[in-house]
């Protein structure tokens, strides 16, 4: 019940094209959806991140859909770029026991390629 | 403003020896995580202290593995007695405390990792 199922488990895409990778999770206390971006030898960083009261957020070529009857979420990265080639990561957290502080539980990765 | 350090950033350790990763957090950070992440496979949670307290440990094996946050210097995670199934990265994040000591749930920020090889 607390993972988080991510695929798919790597995509290779033309540079300008639309990069989709898609999460599903089965615990509905999870109340913080983030995306994580990266680098080999590197630590995650943050991308976007959503919480389940909307749809959809969109910051820069980076969008999350949000579907919260459905248990899915999804990063749609528009325009992709060579750069953008990296390992992501979503994640989920919920607050133990009415606490606080969250958790992640992360998904498997998504290897995005982007060819020039 | 310096970002979460952990060191080392590689470390070799023979089957049967101790391991000791350490992570500073970002500076006014009192929250910290610790993830581990096995080869082609996502993090996983196993730690989460504050300042001289353990939180939860709900992710963190039952033998072997120890870890602290002090008052004065770096969280610790130690592993006694490595064997080949630690080989992994480890991975710390930090988080800052809200009012009222709240750690924020979203703004969890990472190292680079510790790369842990046991031979």
């Known amino acids: 019940q607390q993972q988080v199922k991510q695929s798919p488990q790597s995509l290779i895409v033309q540079k300008g094209g639309i990069s989709i990778i898609n999460c599903a999770y089965e615990?509905?206390?999870?109340?913080?959806f983030p995306w994580y971006q990266q680098f080999p030898g590197k630590g995650p960083a943050l991308l976007i991140a959503?919480?389940?009261?909307?749809s959809e957020k969109k910051e820069g070529r980076f969008t999350i859909s949000f579907n919260k009857s459905a248990k899915q979420f999804s990063l749609h990265i528009m325009d992709s770029q060579p750069g953008d080639s990296a390992t992501y990561f979503c994640?989920?957290?919920?607050?133990?026991?009415?606490?606080?502080?969250?958790?992640?539980?992360f998904g498997q990765g998504t290897i995005l390629t982007v060819h020039p | 403003n310096a970002g979460v350090m952990q060191n080392p950033r590689h470390l070799v350790r023979r089957r049967g020896q101790e391991a000791r990763l350490r992570c500073s957090p970002m500076?006014?950070?009192?929250?910290v995580y610790w993830y581990r992440q096995l080869p082609e496979e996502g993090l996983k949670f196993m730690v989460y202290?504050?300042?001289?307290?353990?939180?939860?440990e709900s992710g963190m094996p039952k033998e072997r593995f120890s870890a602290e946050f002090p008052k004065e210097g770096p969280s610790i995670l130690r592993i006694q007695q490595v064997v080949r199934g630690d080989s992994a990265a480890y991975f710390c994040?930090?988080?800052?405390?809200?009012?009222?000591?709240?750690?924020?749930?979203?703004?969890?920020?990472f190292g680079p990792g510790t790369r842990l090889l046991v031979l």
């Open positions: 994040a930090s988080s800052p405390r809200l009012r009222g000591g709240l750690a924020a749930q979203e703004t969890q920020y």
């Open positions: 994640a989920a957290s919920s607050r133990p026991g009415g606490t606080s502080y969250g958790k992640l539980t």
């Open positions: 202290l504050q300042k001289e307290n353990i939180i939860d």
């Open positions: 500076k006014g950070h009192s929250h």
């Open positions: 959503i919480r389940p009261d909307v």
């Open positions: 615990n509905t206390a999870f109340d913080y």
